[in-house]
């Protein structure tokens, strides 16, 4: 946003919480790498310039990455400033941080869309000799006590935090939810390739009939560890993993779960041969030549699941069951009745008041370095429009005073 904004010689201050890639440097684990191919990293002016396109960062990489980019215009940056609240007062909005009350008539909300680690009530069912840990918190296998672990969710950051744990030789149990997974590689290309190339990553979310329901869809799993592969849940349960279905109570000493982890397994790999399915036919319309490939075979199937895992096993959980977004310190009426800001592609029913970043704001590549800044470049049009509607004039000067004429992006 800032980038756009100084290409227009519009004047604004960035405020950040922390630091440039404060959630990459201190919200992921150790082994932490890119699911998306590093060709995807195109922000405005600047894209990925290494010498492996194809492969996938790791979390130390994608910091530097960002403090490059910041370091390559030199956007007007607070580090270390906190936006307590927001709140329209007259024709102005009025924003207090932890560096004083400034006001500014148009501001951008860049926050994203994972603000609090979701807890189930469930946790609170543990015994407090079990520790507990939000994958935003989980680093390594070392940084827990030793013994079996229950990993509970298994979308890409439950999946990957199992893998983890599984590769440094501990005993994982796993419970198995609903979300979707895709093959890495197909036909001789990474399958978000073939994806992109297919306009896939273009279509705008109100294509897919029920904008709110893909919004809320867990993101299909797979990983760029090591070059890139699969996650195979069937796999890692012939080489000792336990899994289960959901979890469904913690009582009498015992992790009781669901009986549906069949169905689980299979509706995961129902969608990534769906996949396949879409690509073979673009290959065959578009008239390509790809490799043939053999279909996936399921390596393992559950018999009858345990229904059940003692407490006295587990030694630590790591519930990898996603996040709340947080918008209380936003006193302005643009939420619908779950909390979801209420917009059209970034713009909210308030005037002069947008949104950056959120997931599927506008197109799968909107909450990604893939897609945000087409979105950034939209926003930028906007407020330029109301800035000439408006007759705004817009004044420099230093982020501890007061500025009604600036824009402020939070």
Not at 281 to 308: D, I, K, N, Q
Request: hydrophobic residues 35%; proline residues 6%.
């Amino acid at each position: 946003m800032s980038w756009h904004l100084r290409q227009r010689g519009l004047e604004h201050v960035v405020f950040e919480r922390d630091r440039v890639g404060h959630e990459w440097r201190d919200r992921r684990w150790d082994s932490f790498c890119l699911v998306t191919p590093n060709w995807q990293c195109r922000l405005p002016g600047y894209a990925y310039s290494g010498d492996d396109p194809d492969g996938f960062m790791p979390g130390s990489e994608v910091v530097t990455f960002l403090e490059k980019y910041a370091a390559s215009f030199d956007p007007p940056l607070r580090e270390g400033v906190e936006v307590q609240r927001l709140r329209r007062t007259g024709n102005v909005f009025e924003l207090r941080t932890s560096d004083g009350v400034v006001t500014a008539d148009q501001v951008v909300i860049a926050t994203g869309g994972y603000h609090r680690p979701a807890m189930p009530r469930l946790a609170e069912k543990f015994p407090g000799s079990v520790p507990q840990v939000h994958s935003s918190q989980y680093r390594s296998a070392d940084h827990l006590p030793a013994g079996e672990v229950l990993v509970v969710g298994t979308g890409q950051s439950g999946c990957q935090i199992a893998e983890d744990l599984h590769l440094s030789g501990r005993t994982v149990h796993l419970a198995v939810g609903s979300a979707p997974r895709a093959a890495r590689r197909y036909r001789g290309r990474d399958t978000l390739a073939w994806l992109e190339e297919m306009g896939h990553y273009d279509k705008n979310v109100h294509e897919f009939g029920d904008a709110d329901e893909v919004r809320l869809r867990a993101n299909h799993y797979m990983t760029g560890r090591g070059g890139g592969r699969d996650i195979d849940l069937r796999r890692f349960a012939t080489e000792g993993m336990s899994l289960y279905g959901r979890l469904l109570d913690v009582a009498g000493g015992e992790v009781t779960f669901a009986g549906d982890l069949a169905r689980n397994l299979d509706n995961a790999d129902a969608v990534a041969e769906g996949i396949k399915d879409a690509i073979d036919a673009y290959v065959l319309r578009a008239g390509l030549t790809a490799p043939e490939e053999t279909r996936y075979e399921p390596v393992w199937t559950p018999g009858v699941p345990p229904s059940s895992l003692p407490v006295a096993r587990i030694s630590a959980v790591v519930w990898a069951t996603g996040f709340h977004r947080d918008h209380r310190w936003i006193e302005v009426p643009v939420f619908d009745g779950r909390g979801y800001p209420t917009h059209d592609r970034g713009v909210t029913s308030c005037p002069g008041l947008y949104f950056l970043g959120l997931p599927w704001q506008h197109t799968w590549g909107s909450g990604r370095f893939a897609g945000v800044a087409r979105d950034a470049e939209h926003l930028v049009r906007q407020i330029g429009r109301a800035q000439v509607a408006d007759g705004v004039s817009w004044l420099a000067g230093t982020p501890t005073e007061t500025y009604p004429d600036l824009e402020w992006a939070a």
